[in-house]
């Protein structure tokens, strides 16, 4: 089997579970030594998972950097699991010291830091909690920048080197939520800005969102498991159009595999649209395209405007 990334090290921060977990497997699949970080080991994980418990609850979830770690190992990769919280700069200075200690070099960051699902609350602005949402900033923006302050210089020292910013959608039309939109919004401009500076040491940077996952959490959300997902399409119809995380771990092998991604460095990509171009799909042979579904069966949607349109969407008014 073809690996295009033998050899290659890849950090993906936030590598527990979902998107990250998605990423760091087919990096693996690819060929990769993956870093996988994060806050969640066997050791603090409950032995038994409450299930009637608020599935969004991470302090619940099951899922482990060490199990990700050993998904990546079993698909043709090294997975190395790394306990690390990233809003902490002497554990994430700590993880790049280890990885340039053991490694000597490092060709992809990946950057999927959230930790916000518990702390997200769809309601108007100045209704919110103050507190979550400063900490949902502190999470998912500061742990970035961090992350990548660390990364930067030993991708510097070989001169090359691929930062991938995980987000939430393509636009710019409003999200919904203040804070969660302040937090998505923010990571695009980081890669932006990332690749603005990277540039002249051939290290490139993208934003990329995936559609609608089918995370572990989503499918406890639901009631179902990837063996029956589909069952749960007659509560959402919207649901048809879901992902694996592998398949925006697809996404990012493709990106690390574009001799060309410099043309591509400081803009924001979605999954739907880079499986076509490159000609990847999701582990059932499926390209998905939530906003392709979301334009045929919701006419009035308006992508750079989707304010009001999300509330309803979502049942949230």
């Given at each position: 089997?073809?690996?295009?990334?033998?050899?290659?090290?890849?950090?993906?921060?936030?590598?527990?579970?979902?998107?990250?977990?998605?990423?760091?497997?087919?990096?693996?699949?690819?060929?990769?030594?993956?870093?996988?970080?994060g806050r969640s080991t066997r050791e603090n994980r409950k032995a038994v998972r409450d299930k009637k418990a608020n599935p969004f609850d991470l302090?619940?979830?099951?899922?482990?950097?060490?199990?990700?770690?050993?998904?990546?190992?079993?698909?043709?990769?090294?997975?190395?699991?790394?306990q690390v919280d990233h809003t902490i700069p002497e554990q994430v200075q700590s993880l790049f010291q280890r990885?340039?200690?053991?490694q000597g070099k490092l060709d992809i960051l990946v950057n999927d830091v959230w930790g916000g699902d518990e702390l997200t609350e769809w309601k108007p602005f100045?209704?919110?909690?103050?507190?979550?949402?400063?900490l949902m900033i502190e999470r998912a923006v500061h742990s970035h920048i961090i992350t990548a302050h660390y990364a930067t210089p030993l991708m510097i020292k070989n001169k090359r080197g691929l930062?991938?910013?995980?987000?939430?959608?393509n636009h710019y039309g409003y999200r919904g939520m203040f804070y969660y939109d302040l937090v998505k919004t923010s990571v695009i401009r980081l890669a932006f800005m990332l690749a603005t500076e990277l540039k002249k040491y051939k290290i490139s940077a993208v934003a990329l969102t995936p559609g609608f996952i089918r995370s572990e959490a989503m499918l406890d959300?639901?009631?179902?498991?990837?063996?029956?997902?589909?069952?749960a399409v007659k509560k959402r119809p919207d649901f048809g159009?879901?992902?694996?995380p592998f398949y925006t771990g697809r996404?990012?092998?493709?990106?690390?595999?574009?001799?060309?991604?410099v043309k591509k460095s400081g803009r924001v990509f979605a999954a739907w649209d880079l499986g076509p171009e490159y000609g990847f799909t999701d582990v059932d042979g499926r390209q998905p395209n939530m906003k392709q579904w979301l334009m045929e069966n919701m006419p009035h949607w308006q992508w750079k405007t989707c304010d009001e349109t999300f509330y309803e969407y979502w049942g949230l008014k």
């Open positions: 089997m073809k690996q295009p990334l033998q050899g290659k090290v890849a950090v993906v921060g936030g590598a527990t579970r979902g998107t990250g977990r998605g990423i760091a497997c087919e990096l693996g699949a690819a060929g990769a030594i993956v870093y996988c970080t302090s619940n979830r099951p899922e482990t950097i060490d199990e990700t770690a050993e998904m990546v190992t079993a698909r043709g990769g090294q997975g190395i699991a790394v990885v340039e200690q053991e100045w209704e919110s909690s103050l507190e979550k949402g400063l930062i991938v910013e995980i987000t939430d959608g959300y639901f009631g179902v498991t990837e063996a029956n997902w589909q069952d159009e879901s992902e694996t996404a990012v092998v493709a990106l690390a595999t574009d001799r060309k991604i």
